[in-house]
């Protein structure tokens, strides 16, 4: 240690004491210390000076201090289990970068209450909520050569015994279910939803049982039964670590009915309501069985130890041993991996490029050549502590690091690791080996062998099928013809099961997979792509994408026509709402985030939803009316494509238009060769591509020009015949399509898991969690373009507002045609969300008029729509009754604020002037009331900027009386920042373009530029 280390000023004493002695006001009311000289332990010390006990005996001037390596620990035994809402690290100069605080009721099983990658030192008051005698910070990556070193870990909680049953959050909500029976529409998932009119009603009979996966082994504190009226007199409940073996740990044969709260304790992965006996004539009916607790997720995923990097610029100076290069993994999910040895080395570095949910989205390159530090080790071997997940593509290496610190980096390996969860259901297919005997024949053959490698189950089956069965995969509606590949969604989850269901039983059982036009959310809805770059957060937008792949699964749904890859450079285009604003670095990571999130993870899984990337080749330059980039920029438009490869993604759309630079004269992209074929030969893209909604007329052509999959395409339409198409496309061309599709859907896992759950499945869409991402999408996309001062609203108890405007009553415009407003599940239109808002402040909301309103807030805008625009496309502005509803509440000497949904760049120098404030809130998704209602009275700052230019007038999108063709555009449809730009101004923004820099934001003369957005109250 350095002399710095070990020196202690008066500063750092004074700064560690305040800190020990001024818990914060929130917590010092209803938290004591509960660590002070409690039993402690460590992972190592550097030397008897610096004790584990230093780090809580009170004492600023002692200290613990670990070895010098990754990773290290502290933990502290606090006695008993206590509620902690609190810990303070008082770092001393060797902190930690990245570390966790972990939970524990038995020391031996942990709970990760916080987590972070970018630790700072210093002083570190860290909130959290947990239960669990034991605590430890758990560090994994050091800021300095030294060990970790803390002068004080103070942990504040409820002073206390165990916490009673029946408190926190729990454990159960929303976990894999199953039952013995269920009635009617009263599934299992229903007692786990957290909603109070929804509930488990079992069979007529005893005995009667529910099961639930905790999803890791769990330490139950507590158990709720909420019974309706048909209740149990006599039940058990039971646990189990193998959901075979069960142990009892609460009977009865005297239960009351009502709510009862268990204060049973146990431990085990899954628990069990068993009834047997009813206190009536009907089942067993549970509004809730809530289960509380902790659960150890320490093997649900890896160790990350560092931040995504890429490998050294030098690897190969030593090799690694296991597994073989290529490997498929098919045995376990903790597979050992080995090197050779290196002379002279101190330890050595595991590195994969697992699965991670914070890549830099904004950064170029393959997600997948993004690794992370996962263990360190003394020997040539590691074998990981948590269970690898499906993936087809694990790249890893290893590094030595002597004692000096020089370090050598072995070749890079990749190794694959599948075990899937075979389903075995009612529908035909037996389970044979292990396998699902999908053509029936009593025999597992080797497409239906999921040890086999992906190549060789493609080869098998594809030789197999017939010519009409290859069409067939090439082609839509599922529900009518079984041996389609594709089915169009959403569809109910039970109609959705149906036609999942008919596939097995076709000759060979190849399943369909379902996509539809959910763009923004599968059932949960949240922004439009236009709204999210308003907000630019990229590692929630792969949240957003990962809970619609997450809802999407519960049901069997796997596919969605989305992303969007455009940059919305001409704003007529009615589709721009749905593309990435005007940046194409902001689309790039975007689409990075959204693909990524989709996929869980950089490629596709077994447990991925479809990503299909559209409009290519970049519609946003043109709209369907005709794509006009040049060799120069194209190089913009081209920016998030790349990125969607970058991401893993294996589906693209062509969109209607086509483009005069690509295929001068030729058709749209989907039926386009040269369009096409720059995708593949330019781009370097080896997937799948399915046409937009084509007419039959045109599915032969597109089949010939490279499309894979006719988008939509029912083999029943008028005029079409299946003989004449596979008459006149070539086999070698269906062949090569019915490939991609084949290697697709085996990497989708469909073949050995092909079904959702439609019975409980539903319940668990629209999450809490799930709402509260939309609602925080919601308030950082909001733009607030001007304050006069009206806003926050803070006015008297008793004040009067009038909320007025056709959008404050009309759910459906915070979505498109694909995305749903969901008043059942408690969605609000903006004038419930202000009125209930209001409430809050005493204020009182009136709606279209009041006597003397202090405020005026009204919502303006296009009602819902997508593929073409509410009103007429070279009318960018508002309608004329809206804007005289906002001069009549400014004539009356009323305080405007306006709410606009702006789905497109409009055209508000009208209006703009006598608006005392304005707000934008674009596609919002269906928080976008309450967020909005929120943003108003001051419960957050705005944060949201403008993802276009809004042009000043009409004069600068169109000539006087043009209409929508490029020879009547004033904007470059193909450049972005130009609305009232000069000549000079567009050769600037191409220069830029064709250097591959970013260009200006600031050029042009719009009402408001590109970026624009208040960021602070006043």
């Known amino acids: 240690m350095t002399a710095l280390q070990r020196h202690t000023s008066v500063l750092a004493l004074l700064v560690v004491l305040a800190a020990l002695m001024s818990v914060p006001a929130r917590v010092a009311h209803a938290a004591s210390l509960l660590s002070l000289n409690k039993p402690v332990t460590a992972s190592s010390t550097e030397g008897a000076a610096f004790p584990a006990s230093a780090a809580v005996d009170g004492d600023p001037g002692t200290r613990w201090s670990s070895a010098f390596s990754d990773p290290q620990w502290v933990r502290i035994d606090l006695g008993e289990t206590r509620h902690i809402t609190q810990t303070v690290l008082n770092w001393e100069a060797a902190y930690a970068t990245a570390f966790q605080i972990q939970v524990s009721g038995d020391g031996a099983n942990w ?552 295929d001068p004269g030729g058709p749209g992209a989907g039926s386009s060769a040269p369009i096409l074929r720059y995708l593949r030969e330019q781009l370097g893209y080896t997937g799948l591509i399915t046409t937009d909604w084509l007419p039959s007329s045109a599915w032969v052509s597109a089949a010939d020009a490279g499309s894979d999959v006719m988008g939509g395409a029912d083999p029943g339409a008028s005029g079409f015949s299946m003989a004449d198409f596979i008459a006149q496309v070539p086999i070698s061309r269906i062949n090569d399509a019915v490939t991609r599709i084949l290697r697709l859907k085996f990497k989708l896992g469909v073949f050995d898991h092909p079904y959702g759950d439609p019975v409980n499945g539903p319940y668990r869409f629209h999450q809490p969690s799930y709402v509260a991402l939309a609602n925080q999408a919601a308030r950082e996309s909001i733009t607030v373009l001007k304050n006069g001062g009206v806003l926050p609203i803070r006015l008297k108890q008793g004040d009067d507002i009038v909320v007025a405007g056709p959008r404050a009553t009309d759910g459906a415009s915070c979505c498109i045609w694909t995305s749903y407003f969901h008043q059942n599940y408690g969605s609000l239109t903006l004038l419930e969300a202000i009125k209930a808002r209001a409430a809050q402040a005493g204020v009182t909301i009136h709606q279209d008029s009041a006597p003397s309103p202090k405020l005026a807030v009204v919502a303006v805008g296009e009602p819902s729509y997508t593929h073409r625009t509410a009103w007429v496309d070279e009318q960018p502005y508002l309608p004329a009754d809206q804007l005289a509803l906002i001069r009549q509440f400014h004539d009356q000497g009323v305080p405007v604020v306006v709410v606009m949904d702006l789905p497109r760049p409009t055209v508000i120098s009208e209006w703009d002037g006598i608006a005392d404030a304005i707000v934008m809130t674009y596609r919002g998704g269906e928080e976008v009331g309450p967020a909005t209602a929120s943003l108003l009275f001051g419960d957050y700052q705005p944060r949201g900027r403008l993802p276009w230019q809004l042009p000043r007038s009409a004069d600068q999108i169109l000539v006087p009386g043009g209409v929508d063709r490029p020879e009547d555009a004033v904007e470059n449809w193909d450049i972005p920042y130009d609305l009232g730009a000069t000549a000079a101004e567009r050769a600037d923004i191409r220069a830029h373009i064709d250097a591959g820099e970013p260009p200006p934001t600031d050029y042009g003369n719009p009402l408001y530029p590109y970026g624009a957005g208040i960021q602070n109250w006043p």
């Not at 909500?173 to 039952?179: D, E, M, N, S």
């Not at 160790?303 to 890429?310: D, Q």
């Not at 080797?446 to 069965?469: A, C, I, K, S």
């Open 111 to 662: 709970t990760t209450l916080y987590s972070t990658t970018s630790g700072t030192g210093g002083t570190q008051t860290l909130n959290v909520n947990g239960d669990g005698r034991y605590i430890r910070m758990y560090g994994t990556a050091r800021a300095t050569g030294y060990g970790y070193s803390l002068w004080e870990f103070s942990v504040y909680g409820d002073v206390g015994t165990n916490p009673p049953p029946g408190t926190g959050t729990p454990i159960s909500a929303y976990k894999q279910v199953t039952a013995s029976s269920w009635e009617g529409g009263n599934a299992p998932a229903a007692a786990l939803d957290g909603r109070t009119d929804t509930r488990w009603s079992s069979g007529f009979s005893d005995d009667q049982w529910l099961r639930v996966d905790l999803g890791g082994t769990a330490t139950i504190t507590g158990v709720t039964l909420d019974w309706e009226a048909a209740y149990a007199t006599g039940y058990h409940i039971d646990v189990s670590a193998d959901g075979t073996s069960w142990t009892t740990i609460q009977s009865t044969t005297t239960g009351k009915g009502g709510t009862e709260k268990l204060a049973v304790t146990g431990k085990g992965r899954y628990i069990r309501f068993s009834g047997t006996a009813r206190a009536t004539g009907y089942g067993y009916s549970l509004w809730e069985f809530q289960v509380f607790g902790t659960v150890d997720s320490s093997s649900a995923g890896p160790p990350l130890l560092s931040p995504p990097a890429k490998a050294p610029a030098t690897t190969g100076e030593f090799a690694l041993s296991a597994p073989a290069d290529h490997a498929m993994v098919t045995s376990t999910r903790r597979p050992a991996l080995s090197w050779a040895g290196v002379a002279g080395t101190a330890r050595y570095e595991v590195w994969i490029n697992v699965s991670r949910t914070d890549y830099d989205f904004t950064a170029s390159g393959s997600l997948l050549d993004l690794y992370t530090k996962v263990a360190e080790t003394s020997g040539t071997s590691y074998t990981p502590s948590w269970d690898v997940g499906d993936r087809w593509t694990y790249k890893w290496y290893a590094v030595a690091v002597s004692g000096s610190g020089a370090r050598s980096t072995s070749d890079i390996r990749t190794f694959s690791v599948y075990l899937p969860d075979i389903e075995t259901v009612d529908d035909g297919v037996a389970v044979i080996n292990g396998a699902r005997d999908l053509n029936k024949n009593g025999s597992i053959e080797p497409y239906e062998d999921w040890r086999r490698p992906v190549e060789d189950r493609v080869g098998d089956l594809l030789g197999r099928m017939t010519t009409e069965e290859k069409a067939y995969q090439m082609f839509y509606n599922a529900q009518a013809y079984a041996t389609s590949g594709w089915h169009f969604g959403p569809a109910q989850p039970n109609d959705l099961d149906k036609v999942l269901r008919n596939a097995a039983d076709t000759r060979l059982g190849i399943p369909p997979v379902s996509a539809g036009d959910t763009i923004a959310g599968y059932e949960t809805t949240y922004p439009l792509q236009s709204a999210l770059a308003a907000a630019k957060d990229y590692p929630l937008d792969y949240r957003l994408g990962d809970m619609q792949r997450r809802e999407e699964l519960e049901v069997g749904a796997r596919g969605v026509l989305g992303p969007l890859a455009e940059v919305g450079t001409k704003v007529l285009y009615p589709r721009i709402q749905e593309g990435n604003g005007e940046n194409a670095e902001v689309a790039a990571a975007q689409v990075r985030a959204l693909v990524a999130g989709l996929q869980g993870g950089p490629e596709l899984n077994p447990g991925s939803v479809l990503a299909t990337v559209k409009h290519w080749p970049g519609e946003g330059a043109g709209g369907e009316a005709g794509i006009t980039y040049d060799a120069t920029t194209i190089k913009y438009h081209m920016i998030p494509w790349r990125a969607a490869i970058d991401a893993g993604a294996v589906n693209v759309m062509p969109g209607y238009a086509g483009s005069s630079y690509l």
